[in-house]
């Protein structure tokens, strides 16, 4: 009853309601910060709940979450009114988020509305950079619609010092204080996660809805092969040799729409750049053998993404592992996965009743085990040639 309990407060904490519509209109710049953290936010829930954390590795990245939680802004609450195109997107968001807490399975209804909300939000953040705005924090280089005026010459992020452009969004997200603190408490998620969640978290990307792979906790690093872009792969070899001039025009135009999405700030060479490389990838694709396609769709599936600068070292892995692990909020979500624990039903060890042993019914190396198996199985774990 107490994760129900929790459950319905986190809903509830996270749900726009009716209410803030009749409320002030909130700053443009308010609303890109709110829609950045439901992004992250999301990401967050996603990784955590993908990544089949164990009790102990739970409490204590909740505990580092707490710390950092202590030095950052809170995260935005919903209140206040978003006018225009922005508002369907938030209410969207803020849907999706309490239906992965309710479970991995998104409707698939509500993933095409999200993919929707995605493009359009990415559109509203294109079209507000702008360079030499006097403002502090996002409005530095965004500018709301009603102050686009034809003075103002529109920018991508080429235009703007990209460490800048960074830190300006984690000291969004976490304040300086919070951001220092991010930075220092990250060396300890190594000695928190495993090797291999380690693995899985840096190939980890932010992701709204999860890919199928993130349903499976041993794969949630592989948010690049989601389901969409294998079948956009198959659906490529599908078409006619005779349609395929004139399908991949359309194609590669989707691809630079996907790319802004992606990346809202992606100048126009870089957007071309990334598009044509795409159209590459599907032209090998189309080349490829049945049984040579099925080898290495999952690596063609990555290819599709954008070209990342390769992290430097471990410090850099480890702060990108906390930016989603110790998102402010997140303590919430720690608690709720507690408990979700705290209810999974134990397995019964397994029993050998002595009065009924049988043996098997043959022997290897002088070594005779339990007929059908069983824990009383001698020389149990040693390779049948007897070494170790």
Do not use: E, I, V
């Given at each position: 009853m107490r994760n129900l309990r929790l459950l319905a407060c986190w809903l509830a904490a996270s749900a726009c309601v009716a209410a803030v519509a009749a409320e002030t209109e909130l700053p443009f710049e308010r609303q890109l910060y709110e829609l950045g953290y439901q992004i992250y936010h999301t990401s967050a829930i996603n990784l955590i709940q993908g990544l089949n954390l164990s009790a102990d590795q739970i409490t204590k990245l909740r505990a580092l979450t707490v710390k950092i939680e202590q030095s950052a802004p809170k995260p935005p609450i919903c209140a206040g009114n978003f006018a225009g195109k922005l508002g369907p997107v938030r209410q969207t968001y803020d849907e999706l988020g309490r239906e992965l807490l309710k479970g991995p399975d998104v409707p698939k209804a509500l993933e095409a509305r999200v993919g929707a909300a995605r493009m359009t939000e990415s559109s509203e953040i294109r079209a507000s950079l702008h360079k030499g705005v006097n403002g502090k924090g996002c409005a530095t280089c965004h500018v709301a619609p009603g102050d686009r005026g034809s003075d103002l010459q529109a920018h991508d992020l080429s235009h703007f010092d990209q460490r800048a452009v960074f830190m300006g969004h984690m000291t969004g997200l976490y304040g300086l204080l919070g951001t220092y603190n991010l930075a220092k408490e990250s060396n300890e998620i190594p000695k928190i996660l495993s090797d291999s969640q380690m693995a899985l978290v840096g190939q980890f990307s932010c992701c709204l809805v999860p890919p199928q792979d993130l349903k499976d906790p041993a794969r949630v690093g592989q948010a690049a092969v989601s389901e969409q872009k294998l079948q956009l792969l198959k659906g490529v070899r599908a078409i006619p040799e005779s349609a395929w001039g004139f399908s991949k025009k359309i194609i590669e135009k989707k691809a630079e729409d996907l790319y802004i999405a992606i990346s809202p700030g992606i100048s126009n060479a870089d957007r071309s750049t990334e598009a044509q490389r795409a159209m590459g990838v599907l032209e090998k694709t189309r080349k490829l053998s049945d049984v040579e396609f099925e080898l290495q769709k999952e690596a063609l599936a990555r290819e599709?993404?954008?070209?990342?600068?390769?992290?430097?070292?471990?410090?850099?892995?480890?702060?990108?592992?906390?930016?989603?692990?110790?998102?402010?909020?997140?303590?919430?979500?720690?608690?709720l996965q507690l408990q979700k624990l705290k209810q999974q039903p134990v397995a019964a060890a397994q029993k050998t009743d002595l009065n009924k042993i049988q043996g098997a019914d043959h022997c290897e190396n002088g070594q005779c085990a339990l007929k059908d198996g069983g824990n009383l199985q001698p020389g149990a774990g040693k390779p049948k040639d007897g070494k170790q």
């Open positions: 599709l993404d954008r070209k990342q600068t390769p992290t430097a070292n471990d410090s850099h892995k480890n702060f990108y592992a906390a930016m989603f692990l110790l998102l402010p909020g997140n303590t919430a979500l720690y608690d």
